[in-house]
């Protein structure tokens, strides 16, 4: 390999690393947003996200539905 003497891939790498190019820094933000974007996505399509407020209508419909069920078993 041309690592020592001609710029091989390690030294290519460090150099778009280090660089501190507008180019290079603008690339690795783009890079690092797909990495965590991309994902984030595709787990949350199709999802609607309820607020507070939901969950405790929900929540209070499921305990008053329990509780009217046990209290018609012991009847």
Do not use: C
């Not at 046990?70 to 009847?75: D, G, H, L, T, W």
């Amino acid at each position: 390999m041309a690592e020592n003497g001609g710029g091989g891939f390690r030294a290519r790498v460090d150099h778009f690393l280090y660089s501190g190019e507008k180019k290079h820094v603008l690339a690795g933000i783009a890079l690092v947003g797909v990495v965590f974007v991309v994902p984030w996505f595709f787990m949350n399509r199709g999802t609607t996200h309820s607020s507070h407020q939901d969950y405790m209508e929900k929540a209070d419909k499921a305990r008053s539905e329990r509780l009217s069920s046990s209290a018609s078993s012991f009847k």
